[in-house]
């Protein structure tokens, strides 16, 4: 289920298959009910500008990707970045976005987190975690290091 949430310090441009943000409107976004993944090769996601992957690094990637298509752009402060959409196998649609050296993943899916994801992960030679500092592999999902 996709809720909004309350006005952020971001503006959203949403791309030509979607509809355009009027003026005077406040932006939108999705959330896994408050929950993400993160693709980092830090040992913790919140550490990503330590071990950055970087962004012109991240950008080849998803212009080059056949199941990455741009959904419009975000504006963090003065800095615009595009988000792309991601069909997951269960048929839900995410967003994946560059942040501080990291690879963020908003939506909702009901899918296994590492099949639909750790392949990104693996191109990156990174982590798949999750907010509360689980890693998702191909052997499950470990627990936090710390």
């Not at 199941?67 to 963090?76: D, E, N, V």
Request: aromatic share 12%; hydrophobic share 35%.
């Amino acid at each position: 289920m996709i809720e909004p949430l309350p006005p952020l310090p971001l503006r959203v441009e949403r791309g030509p298959a979607r509809a355009a943000l009027r003026p005077g409107r406040e932006p939108t976004a999705c959330r896994i009910h408050g929950y993400e993944l993160h693709v980092t090769r830090a040992a913790e996601y919140f550490e990503s500008e330590e071990h950055p992957i970087a962004l012109e690094e991240w950008l080849a990637y998803a212009e080059r990707s056949p199941t990455l298509t741009q959904g419009g752009w975000i504006w963090w402060d003065e800095d615009r970045h595009p988000f792309y959409v991601f069909p997951c196998g269960d048929g839900s649609v995410v967003s994946l976005t560059w942040f501080e050296g990291a690879i963020e993943i908003k939506g909702h899916f009901d899918g296994d987190a590492y099949r639909e994801f750790g392949g990104l992960a693996e191109d990156f030679q990174a982590n798949l975690q999750g907010d509360d500092g689980e890693r998702y592999t191909l052997n499950g999902v470990l627990p936090p290091i710390h």
